[in-house]
């Protein structure tokens, strides 16, 4: 069976159902997965840019380090 040829975001019409965008909550947009509009994927963008977002982790010692 052949697969199906995936789709296009650009192509969708109208807002993901279900999703909501991570910055401001409104439904996102398929063209912006997972975000609604640019704004919210360049304030995404910023946060982690800006070390607003961090990954958990312990920094290395000096001493590790050599």
């Keep these: 069976m052949p ?3 995936k789709k296009s975001p650009a192509k ?3 807002k ?3 999703k ?3 910055i401001c909550g409104e439904p ?3 063209e912006w997965l997972p975000f609604c509009s ?3 994927r360049d304030v995404d963008l910023n946060r982690w840019l ?4 961090v990954i958990p982790g ?3 010692d000096e001493e590790d380090a050599e």
Aim: overall charge positive.
């Design 50 to 53: 800006s070390g607003s977002y």
């Design 58 to 60: 312990s920094e290395k």
């Design 3 to 5: 697969a199906k040829p």
């Design 38 to 40: 640019p704004r919210c």
């Design 28 to 30: 996102a947009s398929p």
């Design 20 to 22: 909501r965008c991570p």
């Design 12 to 14: 969708h019409k109208g």
């Design 16 to 18: 993901a159902k279900g």
